[in-house]
C-alpha cells in the first residue's frame, strides 16, 4: 500500500508539472488550430453592418476575406494606375517630348515602379500582411522612424492625388463638358488664365466637399461605384484601340487651320479661308474680322495675315499617313510660344506685339523634358492599391505579386502603345495643343477614339471621379493606422473614429490638406508634388527590401523568390534619380519633411521594438566595428578613459552614490565606453530578481545623471570575487574598459569587520596586474551634480610620480564639461631641496605647452626624506621624473631619437615589458615605471617593515601639509595614488596612509595609471 501511495504522489507530481508546462507551452495541435482559424480583418475597410437582433443586442456581422487575385488586386491597381493623366496629358506629352523623348519618360517610370513592385512582392510575401498595406510593410521592416516617415509621405502622396484627380473632373467638365457653366469670365485676353484657375478653385472646393461627405456617409456607396468607373475606364481605352483601327480604314473628319505655319483656334468660325466668292461677289469670312478692323475688302488687317496664307489640313492623318517622323522628335519652347507646323511655308514679319490678342494656339506653360517626367509619373502610381487591400485576400501572399506585377505589365504596355500609336496617328500641332482649342475644343484622345468623342470624356470624367473618391476613402485610413500605431505622438487624435470604426477625424485633415492642392488650382503644378511623395515611399520600399536580404536577417525567408538586392538598390536609385529629374526643389522639401518626421519620432523615443532591419544593420555594423578595434590596441593619440564604474546598491537595490555617476558623464562628455556595474552577494537561482531590478534602477540613475553606457548586475557568492570578475571581463572585444571609477570607503574604520577595506585593496591589487588605470573619489556625495555650475576655482593636480601622464588628462577632460568649464587647472610639483626647482618650473612650462594643455605650474620644495617613502620603496622616482623633464632640454634630433625610443618602448605589448631583462641603461629613460624596474628598486631597497611603516606615515603627514596648504579652497584634488604593499600585513597601515594623505580636503580623485602613455606631445 505505501508503494501504491508513493506512486500515486509521484503521478501527481508529474501531472502537477506536465500541467505547468502545458500552461507555459501550448499543445501544437491548438497551435495549429489557431493559425488555420486566423483572419485579420482590416480595420473599418468594409462596412460594419449593424442589426440589432430580438434582445436589442447590437450584433456585429464581418464578411470573411474572399477576394482573389484578379479582382483583390489586379483590378483595383490597374483602375489607380490609369487614369487622369492618361486621357488629360499622354497626347501633350507625346508631342511635345516626341515618341523618343515620351517613350524615354515611360520606361523609366515603369521600369521604377516594377523594380518597386518586386520589392513590394518580397516584403508582402515574408510572413502575414494585416491591413495598413504599404505603411504596415515599411514600418514592420524598417523599424517605426522609417515606418513613420513613409506612411505619412505616402499619406501625403495619397492625398494630393485626391486633389489632382478633382483638378481633373473640373477641368473635363468645364472645358469638355459644359464650358458655358464657368463662373469668371476674363475681361481680357491676358485674364483668361487667372480666370480659368479660379473656376477651378471654386469648383473643386464644392466638389471636394461633395465627395469627403460621400466618403463620410459609407464606404459602401464607394465600392459599389467603384465597378461602374471600371467599366468606363476599360471602355474609354478599348475606344482608343477601336478608334486607331478606324484610322487606317477611314480617317476621322477634324480639319485644322493653320495660317502660315500658326495653328489657330477654330472655335469661332467655320470656314478656314480669308474670303469666299458666292455669285461672283468676294465676302469676308468669321476669319477675317477676327484678324482685321472691319468686314470691308479695303481694311487694315494684322501683317501676317496679310502675307500667309490659310491652309486646311486633317488633325488625324491616321496611322498609315507617315506623320510618324514627324512627331519623333520633341518640340519644347517657352511659356505664350506659338505651336507651329514646321513643314509649313510661312513669311516672318516684324511686329509680333499683337500675337496675343489673335486666335492663335499657344503654349499655356514653359515645358522642358523634366516638367513632363514630374507630371507623367502619377500615372504610374497606384501599384500598392492591392498591397493596401492585403487584409481582404484569400491568399495574400500569393496573390499580391502575381496581381501587381501583372498590372504593372499591362497598364505598361497601354501606356507605350499608346506613346507610338499617338505619334502615329495623329498631327503634330494637335498633340501639342494641351486643350484641343484646335479641334473645336475637343478631347485630343476623344479626337482619335471611336465610336465617339464622348466615350472617352465621360469616361475620363468618370474614371477621375472615381480615382479621387478611393484617395479620399484610402488616406484617412492610412492616418488612422499610423495614428493608432502611436509613433507620432501629436497625431493621435486622428486614431479616434465613429462607432464602426470609420475615421472621421482622419477624413477632415485629408479634406483640409486635398484643398490645399485644389487652391494651386493647376493639374501641372499638383503632379510633381505627390511624384515626390510617392517617389520617397517607392524608394524606401526599396530600401527595406535591400537591407532585409543584404542583412540576411533569419526571419527573412520570402515566399516569391524572384527578387535580388541588386534589383532593390537599382529600384532606389531609379527613384531617387526621378525625384531630381522632375524638379530638384520638390524633392528636397520632400526629403526634408521625411527627415524631420524621422528625427521627430527618434526623439520622442519610439517604444516600438517590431524586429525590424535597422536594429539588424547596428548589429552588424557594431559586430564589424568590434571586430576591426580587436586587430590593434588603441594608438596614444586615441586613448581615453573607457570606465567601468563600480557603483553600490543599497538594500532596497537603489544606487547608493548617484553622484557617482554624473562624474562619469562630466569626465567623458558623452565618449567613449562606460559601464556601470554592482554586484550582490548570494546566488543567481535567489537573487536573480533583485539583479534585475538592480539593473532596472542602475539605467534609471543613469538616465536621470545623463550617463550614457550599459548597466550590468552580476550576482556572486562574495563581493570580492565579483568585482575580481568585472574587472577581468566586463566588455566585449576592443570594447573594453582601461580604468575602473569607484568611492573611496569613506567609514572603514567604523566598519565591525574588515571586509570594505580588504575589498577595496584588492580592487586596487587586480587593477594593477590587469594593467587598468583606477579612479578612487573620495567624498563622492559633496561633488558637483550636472546642473551645477562651478563659477571659478581650481582643479590642482600634485604630481609625484609620472604614471602615464592621466593626471594631466583629467582634468583636461573635466574641463570640457559645462560644471567645470570655468575652473582653472594648477599643477604642483614636488622638488627636492638640492634640485634646481627654477629650471625645473620652465621645464614643466615647456613640456605643458608642448601637449597642449593650459595650466599654472608651482613647484613645492621637500626634503628628500619627507618624500622618499611616498611609494614605498621607489627612491628613484624624482630622479626619473627630473630626468622626464630634462628630455624637454635635449637638442632636437636627440629629442626626436629619444620620443621614438619612448614610443617604441610604450606601444610594445606589457607582456614583453615583463618579460625584458631588468637591466636598463641609463640613457634610456623610461617615462612610466614598469613592473620589472618596480622588482629591481624593490630588491635594491628591501627594508624591515617596522622602520618603512613609520617613514610612510612621515611622507603622508608631510605632503598632506604641503597639500592642505596650497589647494584647500581648491575644487577638485588629484592625486598620485601610491601601490599597496606586496606584503598584505601591511594592508591597514596602507589605508591608514591614504586616510592622512587626503585628511582636509574635501574633493579628492586618487589616480593610478594603467601602465601606458595615455597623453603625448605628438600630433
Given at each position: 500500500s505505501t508503494t501504491t501511495i508513493a506512486t500515486i504522489a509521484t503521478t501527481t507530481t508529474t501531472t502537477t508539472n506536465t500541467t505547468e508546462e502545458m500552461d507555459s507551452n501550448p499543445m501544437v495541435s491548438s497551435l495549429l488550430n489557431k493559425l488555420a482559424n486566423y483572419t485579420n480583418l482590416?480595420?473599418?475597410?468594409?462596412?460594419?453592418?449593424?442589426?440589432?437582433?430580438?434582445?436589442g443586442v447590437r450584433r456585429v456581422t464581418v464578411m470573411g476575406p474572399q477576394m482573389g487575385t484578379f479582382i483583390g488586386v489586379y483590378l483595383p491597381c490597374m483602375q489607380n494606375i490609369l487614369g487622369v493623366i492618361l486621357f488629360l496629358r499622354l497626347t501633350w506629352i507625346v508631342g511635345t517630348a516626341g515618341i523618343l523623348g515620351s517613350f524615354a519618360i515611360v520606361s523609366m517610370c515603369c521600369a521604377c515602379t516594377l523594380l518597386t513592385a518586386i520589392s513590394m512582392s518580397a516584403i508582402a510575401t515574408n510572413g502575414v500582411v494585416p491591413a495598413g498595406g504599404s505603411y504596415y510593410m515599411i514600418s514592420r521592416s524598417l523599424g517605426p522612424e522609417f515606418g513613420g516617415a513613409v506612411g505619412l509621405c505616402f499619406y501625403l502622396g495619397t492625398t494630393f492625388a485626391g486633389s489632382m484627380y478633382i483638378l481633373g473632373t473640373i477641368e473635363i467638365l468645364l472645358t469638355y463638358i459644359v464650358p458655358d457653366a464657368a463662373i469668371f469670365v476674363a475681361a481680357t485676353k491676358e485674364d483668361e488664365s487667372a480666370a480659368m484657375l479660379n473656376n477651378m478653385r471654386v469648383y473643386g472646393s464644392c466638389c471636394l466637399?461633395?465627395?469627403?461627405?460621400v466618403v463620410f456617409v459609407g464606404v459602401k456607396y464607394v465600392n459599389k461605384?467603384?465597378?461602374?468607373?471600371?467599366?468606363w475606364v476599360v471602355l474609354s481605352i478599348m475606344a482608343i484601340y477601336a478608334g486607331v483601327i478606324r484610322t487606317v480604314i477611314e480617317p476621322p473628319d477634324f480639319p485644322i487651320c493653320l495660317l502660315g505655319n500658326r495653328t489657330l483656334k477654330n472655335d469661332q468660325f467655320d470656314k478656314c479661308l480669308k474670303t469666299e466668292v458666292v455669285k461672283n461677289i468676294t465676302y469676308t469670312t468669321d476669319l477675317w474680322s477676327l484678324f482685321c478692323e472691319s468686314k470691308h475688302l479695303n481694311a487694315t488687317c494684322d501683317d501676317y495675315f496679310s502675307v500667309n496664307n490659310v491652309t486646311e489640313i486633317q488633325g488625324i492623318p491616321g496611322l498609315l499617313s507617315g506623320v510618324i517622323k514627324e512627331n519623333l522628335w520633341g518640340d519644347y519652347g517657352p511659356v505664350e510660344m506659338l505651336i507651329e507646323k514646321k513643314s509649313m511655308p510661312s513669311v516672318a514679319v516684324k511686329d509680333n506685339t499683337n500675337d496675343i490678342y489673335k486666335p492663335y494656339v499657344f503654349n499655356d506653360i514653359a515645358t522642358y523634358f523634366t516638367l513632363l517626367v514630374g507630371i507623367y509619373f502619377p500615372s504610374v502610381t497606384g501599384i500598392m492599391a492591392g498591397s493596401n487591400r492585403s487584409g481582404d485576400l484569400r491568399d495574400a501572399q500569393r496573390s499580391i505579386p502575381i496581381g501587381t506585377i501583372l498590372a504593372i505589365a499591362t497598364t505598361s504596355f497601354i501606356y507605350i502603345s499608346c506613346v507610338v500609336l499617338f505619334g502615329a496617328c495623329i498631327e503634330?500641332?494637335?498633340?501639342?495643343?494641351?486643350?484641343?482649342d484646335s479641334v473645336k475644343k475637343n478631347l485630343v484622345v476623344g479626337t482619335l477614339a471611336w465610336p465617339s468623342p464622348w466615350v472617352i470624356v465621360i469616361g475620363s470624367f468618370f474614371s477621375c471621379c472615381g480615382a479621387g473618391l478611393q484617395?479620399?476613402?484610402?488616406?484617412?485610413?492610412l492616418l488612422q493606422a499610423i495614428a493608432r500605431d502611436g509613433i507620432v505622438p501629436f497625431l493621435q487624435v486622428f486614431g479616434h473614429g465613429k462607432a464602426n470604426g470609420e475615421p472621421t477625424w482622419a477624413l477632415l485633415l485629408t479634406a483640409g490638406i486635398c484643398e490645399i492642392g485644389i487652391l494651386i488650382a493647376s493639374l501641372d503644378a499638383v503632379a510633381p508634388i505627390l511624384s515626390m511623395f510617392f517617389l520617397m515611399c517607392y524608394l524606401f520600399v526599396n530600401l527595406a527590401c535591400a537591407v532585409q536580404t543584404l542583412l540576411r536577417t533569419p526571419n527573412w525567408r520570402p515566399r516569391f523568390k524572384f527578387y535580388h538586392w541588386t534589383l532593390s538598390f537599382l529600384g532606389m536609385s531609379l527613384c531617387l534619380s526621378l525625384m531630381f529629374i522632375s524638379s530638384w526643389y520638390y524633392a528636397l522639401v520632400a526629403m526634408v519633411i521625411a527627415g524631420c518626421i524621422y528625427k521627430y519620432i527618434e526623439y520622442r523615443g519610439a517604444e516600438k521594438e517590431w524586429g525590424d532591419g535597422i536594429r539588424g544593420l547596428s548589429l552588424n555594423a557594431a559586430r564589424y566595428a568590434l571586430i576591426r578595434l580587436e586587430e590593434s590596441p588603441p594608438h596614444t593619440k586615441n586613448w581615453r578613459p573607457q570606465l567601468l564604474v563600480l557603483c553600490k546598491l543599497d538594500p532596497d537595490m537603489l544606487v547608493k552614490h548617484p553622484r557617482l555617476l554624473s562624474f562619469t558623464s562630466q569626465l567623458k562628455a558623452g565618449k567613449g565606453l562606460t559601464i556601470v556595474c554592482s554586484v550582490l552577494e548570494g546566488t543567481y537561482m535567489t537573487r536573480g530578481n533583485d539583479a534585475k531590478t538592480g539593473e532596472e534602477n542602475l539605467k534609471a540613475a543613469m538616465s536621470a545623471?545623463?550617463?550614457?553606457?550599459?548597466?550590468?548586475?552580476?550576482?556572486?557568492?562574495?563581493?570580492?570575487?565579483?568585482?575580481?570578475?568585472?574587472?577581468?571581463?566586463?566588455?566585449l572585444g576592443g570594447m573594453k574598459h582601461n580604468a575602473v571609477l569607484m568611492a573611496w570607503p569613506a567609514g572603514w574604520k567604523q566598519a565591525p569587520d574588515s571586509y570594505a577595506w580588504k575589498n577595496f585593496i584588492e580592487t586596487v591589487r587586480e587593477t594593477t596586474s590587469a594593467h587598468q588605470a583606477l579612479l578612487v573619489a573620495k567624498n563622492i556625495d559633496h561633488f558637483p551634480g550636472n546642473q551645477e555650475r562651478l563659477k571659478e576655482g581650481t582643479i590642482d593636480v600634485w604630481w609625484i610620480v609620472h604614471d602615464g601622464g592621466l593626471l594631466m588628462l583629467l582634468p583636461f577632460l573635466l574641463r570640457q564639461h559645462k560644471v567645470w568649464r570655468k575652473c582653472k587647472m594648477r599643477i604642483f610639483t614636488v622638488a627636492q631641496i638640492d634640485d634646481n626647482s627654477i629650471q625645473m618650473k620652465k621645464d614643466l612650462q615647456m613640456f605643458l605647452y608642448h601637449l597642449r594643455l593650459d595650466a599654472e605650474?608651482?613647484?613645492?620644495?621637500?626634503?628628500?626624506?619627507?618624500?622618499?617613502?611616498?611609494?614605498?620603496?621607489?627612491?628613484?622616482?624624482?630622479?626619473?621624473?627630473?630626468?622626464?623633464?630634462?628630455?624637454?632640454?635635449?637638442?632636437?634630433?636627440?629629442?626626436?631619437?629619444?620620443?621614438q625610443l619612448i614610443h617604441d618602448?610604450?606601444?610594445?605589448?606589457?607582456?614583453?615589458?615583463?618579460?625584458?631583462?631588468?637591466t636598463t641603461s641609463p640613457e634610456n629613460v623610461h617615462m612610466t615605471w614598469t613592473k620589472d624596474k618596480l622588482v629591481n628598486e624593490r630588491t635594491k631597497n628591501r627594508e624591515g617593515n617596522v622602520g618603512s611603516n613609520v617613514r610612510r606615515m612621515h611622507t603622508a603627514v608631510k605632503l598632506n601639509e604641503a597639500v592642505v596648504n596650497k589647494s584647500q579652497n581648491s575644487q577638485l584634488v588629484l592625486l598620485n595614488m601610491p601601490g599597496p604593499p606586496k606584503n598584505k600585513e601591511g594592508d591597514e597601515n596602507y589605508m591608514e596612509f591614504l586616510e592622512v594623505l587626503m585628511e582636509g580636503l574635501d574633493r579628492v580623485l586618487l589616480v593610478r595609471g594603467g601602465g601606458r602613455e595615455v597623453i603625448t606631445i605628438y600630433s
Open positions: 482590416p480595420q473599418g475597410v468594409r462596412e460594419h453592418e449593424e442589426a440589432e437582433n430580438e434582445d466637399a461633395l465627395m469627403a461627405l461605384l467603384a465597378l461602374v468607373f471600371l467599366a503634330g500641332v494637335v498633340l501639342r495643343d494641351k486643350f484641343g484617395s479620399l476613402t484610402g488616406a484617412p485610413r545623471e545623463r550617463t550614457k553606457g550599459f548597466a550590468h548586475v552580476v550576482v556572486a557568492s562574495n563581493l570580492r570575487d565579483g568585482f575580481s570578475l568585472l574587472i577581468q571581463s566586463a566588455g605650474v608651482e613647484v613645492v620644495e621637500m626634503h628628500g626624506s619627507d618624500i622618499s617613502a611616498f611609494t614605498y620603496e621607489k627612491t628613484l622616482v624624482m630622479e626619473q621624473r627630473s630626468q622626464m623633464l630634462r628630455q624637454m632640454q635635449l637638442s632636437r634630433t636627440e629629442r626626436e631619437r629619444e620620443a618602448r610604450n606601444t610594445a605589448s606589457h607582456s614583453a615589458l615583463n618579460d625584458k631583462s631588468a
